[in-house]
């Protein structure tokens, strides 16, 4: 299936709308910004030197500065520090580091944009007996979180260091925080206490922010292997399963396995994929770019044609900005006799 | 000995205008069809279901990357070289006279739905030789191929093998008695489910130390495409004795198994023995013996052999991820052997 990319909400909530619009993404679908393609001018030829120069009318190309917070082993009390670790971390990079494509160079210069995502929120979820389907407040309150305790440096390294050069005119500039102003953080609930957001807009109107967008959520599927967590936000895919990659096949578990949590760990390759979307749209509230959500379609459990548009159609509704990798698990050959109940849908 | 009638069957007409498709007259053997194949008009249900799964598992050898394997082959041991070709030579063997097989049943098939199952099964056999000889000319050194091609014969244990399951088809082949289409059918059964899986775990084995990864891949297709001919066959079994009588009985199915598993061993003992890590002759016997249990106990069969209902070679079934469940590929890495093409998705009108 093909990665799925919703124009309309992103180009919506681009809090860099005034100066371009975003017509696609990365691979993975998570991390994007404004793009502009580079337009030749003239070329002129010397002919003595033999030599023709080019005269470029400089486009923008968007650059992943990625990192990722591993939840199976941050601790409630550290989210603060970490998440304001991992802004200096990349706002960092963007200085010492050279994309080797001017244009991209250029565009990071200007927007300073960075991708602060995150893996083992399944993990997390179960650290906290909590199943991944009924684990939506949890999730919320943290990604609130992060967003907040990001914006919050990112304004603290713009009175160290500046604003980023395009912050002029831009949502954040106007008091918009991924699309929402002060009246609706005034007639919503939140999870960090009101006032403590309507300071932060102020702070902002104050002294600017370093960065023109901070989080991304990639899919870290051979990461998270690395460190010993589940993928990005994805529910685990099975209690034991065999990843394959190109260097060989090796079993997983999932880190805290355990006759406690057993019950705790849903498996993705057997659950309602609405779940899925429901919790990637509760992060995507406060994740500013994308999430690179992939969703996993077993056809042994008679999935139909309608049920796929569906989904789609709900990730859209929902606020999802894209749908990436869609996995499916093919028609066995055997029948089963009688229906089995699955282990751990069953409640 | 002279055999009526009754017990002699005949070659289904191609062009039968005084056919009766009436589902209720349909049967497997000795009805009477016009052979129009119509897939809303069956009587066996679930043939829809197995047609299916049958086409949405298309594959196709070459997409496989086996360069990888090339320069494992230089790293594995003489006994697991030797292995290899025997295997390789006797999985090519086996499929290709399972195509020159299959239409040969087909033959007396008289209820559509079931032939055009057997055609695509044919059809899958083709690609299995096929991809065979893919994984053949991909490792092995070309001044070895032909020699490894031919082993079906020279290799005399291999041979005796061969002529065994040969014979039973070869038999049914020369005469169609009723008594010769119980034991073809018996016989693919077998070789179906228990001939291959020796083999198969082999690869697996291998797969299992990270070596030879692109030949897994190949041999998780065909796993997949064979585990949907044991169903046909193991549907085929229930609706012929369902219609005629107990036609296939569990005596003969249980004399059939025993010679199979009997040979099964001496072939595995042969190419495999106790000379390749993370397989020996005990464990062969108990996987034989476990699998062929399996086999006759799904046809609704008392087991053959008590005691070897373990399987332990389990570890390896988890790579053969026969439910399409255990194995998560890393789509920009590996080959993702678990897709189904989109006819597997029914309810497109529904949109
Ligand atoms: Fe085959
Ligand atoms: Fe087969």
Redesign the pocket.
Known sequence: MPYVFFKDTVNNINPNKHCGMIGNANLCTESFSNFKPSKILKKEIDENKNIITKTIQAGELHCCNLVSLNLSCIEEHELEKMTSLSVRILDNTIDISTPPVLEADKHNNEYRILGIGSMGLADYLVKNKLLYKNGLEEIEKLYESIAYYGIKESVNLAKERGVYPKYYGSDWSKGIIIGKNEDWFRSNNTYIPREYWIDLINDIKNFGIRNGGLFAIAPNTSTSLLMGCSASVLPVYSKFFIDKASNGNVPICPPFLSKETFWYYQENKNMNQNDVINAVSVIQKWTDQGISMELCLNLNNGIKAKDIYDLYLNAWKKGCKTVYYVRSIALRAEFPEKKEECVSCAN | MTISIDNLLVKKNIFNTKGNDDILNRKIIKGNTTNLFNLNFIKYTWAKTLYRVMLSNFWIPEKVDLSKDSLDFKRLSKDEVLAFERIISFLTFL?SI?TTNIPRISDYITAPEISVLLAI?DF??VI?SQSYAYILESVIPADRRNQVYELWRDDKILLERNKYIAEIYQDFSNNPTLKNFSKVIIANYI??SLYFYNGFMFFYNLANKNLMLGTSDEIRYINR??AT?VELFKNIIRELNLENDNLIKEKDVHELFSIAVEQEIQWTNHAIGNNILGMDKKNTEKYTKYLANKRIKDLGFKELYSNFNENPYSHLEKLADNKGEDIKSNFFEATVTNYSQSIAIEGWDEI
């Open positions: 499929d399972q099964q899958q056999e299995h070789l179906e495409d064979e001919h």
